[in-house]
């Protein structure tokens, strides 16, 4: 028999996990602090909660999807405090979103003394990418929780590497994320380069895609920056702003320097403060045509 699965925080990423689990024949409840997260969850044929403690309580495992330290630090105090220490004691939590590693251990012991099983489980990709079945999730911590998760995991991807004890995970995240960070602002740089040079948008992805200059950042986000439009959104600068900072303090904590991925720290910033917290981060690309002063026109022509 399927467990049930629980999941708190329906955003882009868990509200994504929501409908697939669902589709694949899962029983999900969720909770959500956004009424209209939780209307979703239900048009999905899932059943909304009104409390993280709800979801524990109703789950057999609940599967965490936050934006924040604060956020867990809450989930974790709803467990710990809810009524029903036998269904406690039986839970797994796979905890998925990009947090400290501290925070997340805090969450850990402070879990296992109600007899809970905490993972550490980031996950690489979007929700466009889970739909594709081309996420990589990441799994650390306890070996026979892990393996009862994996059933879970092959519903979103074929590709989920256990990567060692708890908290590899997330240095494993740390490590894509870098990555990300550094591919997304390169892929805006490119692509201005070459308006600016007159070249038309379509055929700067189409010939870079073809290419040994490609990459998977640059094949999800340059259309977006093909269209000069970022309301698709699969991160928000807002949300990937917390994502950089604790990446870059980590780096900072174990003494690694990290240039390139620092020198795209101010692109970010200048979006969020030219009003593009909300878009997708392929939205750099605007920030890079106004420092360039590039003008778009809609003929042969972008400059």
């Given at each position: 028999?399927?467990?049930?699965i629980?999941?708190?925080g329906?955003?882009?990423?868990?509200?994504a996990?929501?409908?697939c689990?669902i589709?694949?024949?899962?029983r999900?409840?969720?909770?959500?602090?956004q009424?209209v997260?939780?209307?979703?969850?239900k048009?999905a044929?899932?059943r909304?909660?009104?409390s993280?403690?709800?979801?524990?309580?109703?789950?057999?495992?609940?599967?965490?999807?936050?934006?924040?330290v604060?956020?867990?630090?809450?989930?974790v105090?709803n467990?710990?405090?809810?009524?029903?220490?036998?269904?406690?004691?039986k839970l797994i939590?796979i905890e998925?979103s990009?947090?400290?590693?501290?925070?997340k251990?805090?969450?850990?012991?402070?879990?296992?003394k109600?007899?809970?099983?905490?993972l550490?489980?980031?996950?690489?990709?979007?929700?466009?990418?889970?739909?594709?079945g081309?996420?990589?999730?990441f799994?650390s911590?306890?070996?026979?929780?892990?393996?009862?998760?994996r059933?879970i995991?092959e519903?979103?991807?074929?590709?989920?590497?256990?990567?060692?004890?708890?908290?590899?995970?997330?240095?494993?995240?740390?490590v894509?994320n870098l990555?990300v960070?550094?591919?997304?602002?390169?892929s805006?740089?490119?692509?201005?380069l070459?308006?600016k040079?007159?070249l038309?948008?379509?055929?700067?992805?189409d010939?870079?895609?073809?290419?040994?200059?490609n990459?998977?950042v640059?094949?999800?986000?340059?259309?977006?920056?093909?269209?000069?439009k970022?309301?698709?959104?699969?991160?928000?600068?807002d949300?990937?702003?917390?994502?950089?900072?604790?990446?870059?303090?980590?780096a900072r904590?174990?003494?690694v320097?990290?240039?390139?991925f620092?020198?795209?720290k101010?692109?970010?910033?200048?979006?969020q403060?030219?009003?593009?917290?909300?878009k997708?981060?392929?939205?750099?690309c605007?920030?890079?045509?106004?420092?360039?002063?590039?003008k778009?026109t809609r003929?042969?022509?972008?400059?």
């Amino acid at each position: 028999m399927k467990p049930h699965i629980g999941i708190v925080g329906l955003g882009i990423m868990g509200g994504a996990m929501a409908e697939c689990l669902i589709a694949a024949g899962y029983r999900v409840c969720g909770y959500d602090m956004q009424p209209v997260a939780r209307r979703r969850l239900k048009k999905a044929g899932g059943r909304a909660l009104s409390s993280s403690a709800g979801v524990a309580n109703s789950a057999d495992v609940v599967i965490t999807s936050l934006p924040s330290v604060s956020a867990l630090d809450d989930v974790v105090n709803n467990i710990i405090s809810m009524s029903g220490t036998a269904r406690k004691s039986k839970l797994i939590v796979i905890e998925t979103s990009t947090l400290p590693i501290a925070d997340k251990e805090r969450a850990f012991r402070q879990l296992k003394k109600t007899g809970a099983i905490v993972l550490d489980c980031p996950i690489s990709g979007t929700a466009r990418r889970m739909r594709e079945g081309a996420w990589t999730i990441f799994v650390s911590g306890n070996t026979a929780a892990c393996k009862r998760a994996r059933p879970i995991f092959e519903v979103f991807t074929r590709n989920a590497p256990y990567v060692g004890v708890f908290g590899n995970g997330s240095k494993m995240k740390y490590v894509a994320n870098l990555l990300v960070a550094i591919h997304n602002v390169a892929s805006a740089e490119a692509m201005v380069l070459g308006m600016k040079a007159g070249l038309p948008p379509q055929a700067i992805f189409d010939l870079v895609k073809a290419g040994a200059g490609n990459s998977r950042v640059f094949e999800l986000r340059a259309p977006m920056m093909v269209k000069g439009k970022y309301d698709t959104v699969t991160m928000k600068i807002d949300v990937w702003d917390k994502d950089m900072q604790v990446i870059g303090d980590y780096a900072r904590k174990i003494g690694v320097k990290t240039p390139i991925f620092d020198a795209t720290k101010p692109i970010y910033v200048k979006a969020q403060k030219s009003g593009l917290g909300m878009k997708d981060t392929a939205a750099v690309c605007a920030v890079l045509e106004q420092m360039a002063r590039l003008k778009r026109t809609r003929g042969k022509k972008t400059a």
